[in-house]
C-alpha cells in the first residue's frame, strides 16, 4: 500500500498569515494515464470531510482562492494563504493512483 | 440539492452483524462510483469500500476484505454496506462518499456510528 506522511502533525497559525502542509509519497504518484490523483480535504471539528483540491493543484467550487495545491512525483504541498477562523480542523491529503486509496494521517490546524 | 443520508448504526456485540445503508439524492446516482470511509473515534480518515457505478467492480481494504461486502440499489439509490464478523477495531463512523479519489463531484454523508464491544 502506498504510504503517504503528512507534516507537520499539528500547525499552529496566526490568523491572517500562510501555512503550508506536506504531503510526500514513496513512490510516484503519477498514474499511467497521465494523471495524478492526489486530493485534499478538510474537516472541521463534528462535520464531515470536505474536498478542497483536486488533481494536485485544482480547487473545487466554493473553495476560497486562499487554499492552492502544488507538486509533484512523490511532494505535495497545500498552501493556505491568510489563514481565516474557518479553516480550522484537520487537513488530509489522498492518493487514488496505487489502489488501495490511502490516506495521509492528517494535520490539525488550530489558531494561536 | 446532493444528499448523502446513512442509516444502520449502532451497538452490535464482537463477531456480530451490521448492515449499513445509504439514501442517494440530487445527482446521477446510478453513473457515480460511490465508496464507504471510516473514521475510528479521535483518528484519521481509512478507506473501507469502492463499488462502480453499474456494480461490475468492488474493492476493500485488507482489514475488512472477507468480512464486509459493498452493493449497491440503483433503481433506488441506495448504498449499502453488510459487516459480517466484526471486531473491537471496526468501531467508527462510516461515511458514505462519492469517487473521491477522483476529480468528480465532491459527495459525503454525515456518517453512521458503530461501536463493537461486548
Known amino acids: 500500500d502506498v504510504v503517504l506522511t503528512q507534516s507537520p502533525l499539528s500547525l499552529p497559525v496566526t490568523l491572517g498569515q500562510s501555512a503550508s502542509i506536506s504531503c510526500r509519497s514513496r513512490?510516484?504518484?503519477?498514474?499511467?494515464?497521465?494523471?495524478?490523483?492526489l486530493n485534499w480535504f478538510h474537516q472541521r471539528p463534528g462535520q464531515s470531510p470536505r474536498r478542497l483540491i483536486y488533481g494536485v493543484s485544482n480547487r473545487d467550487s466554493g473553495v476560497p482562492d486562499r487554499f492552492s495545491g502544488s507538486g509533484s512525483g512523490t511532494d505535495f504541498t497545500l498552501k493556505i494563504s491568510r489563514v481565516e477562523a474557518e479553516d480550522v480542523g484537520v487537513y488530509y491529503c489522498?492518493?487514488?493512483?496505487?489502489?488501495?486509496?490511502?490516506f495521509g494521517g492528517g494535520t490539525k490546524v488550530e489558531i494561536k | 440539492e446532493v444528499q448523502l443520508v446513512e442509516s444502520g448504526g449502532g451497538l452490535v456485540q464482537p463477531g456480530g452483524s451490521l448492515g449499513l445503508s445509504c439514501a442517494a439524492s440530487g445527482f446521477s446516482f446510478s453513473t457515480q462510483s460511490m465508496t464507504w470511509v471510516r473514521q475510528a473515534p479521535g483518528k484519521g480518515l481509512e478507506w473501507v469500500a469502492f463499488?462502480?457505478?453499474?456494480?461490475?467492480?468492488?474493492d476493500y481494504a485488507e482489514s475488512v476484505k472477507g468480512r464486509f461486502t459493498i452493493s449497491r440499489d440503483n433503481s433506488k439509490n441506495m448504498l449499502y454496506l453488510q459487516m459480517n464478523s466484526l471486531r473491537t477495531d471496526d468501531s467508527a463512523r462510516y461515511y458514505c462518499a462519492g469517487a473521491i479519489w477522483s476529480a468528480n463531484d465532491d459527495y459525503w454523508g454525515q456518517g453512521t456510528p458503530v461501536t463493537v464491544s461486548s
Open positions: 513512490q510516484s504518484l503519477r498514474h499511467s494515464d497521465g494523471n495524478t490523483y
Open positions: 489522498l492518493q487514488g493512483t496505487h489502489w488501495p486509496l490511502t
Open positions: 463499488i462502480s457505478g453499474g456494480s461490475d467492480t468492488t
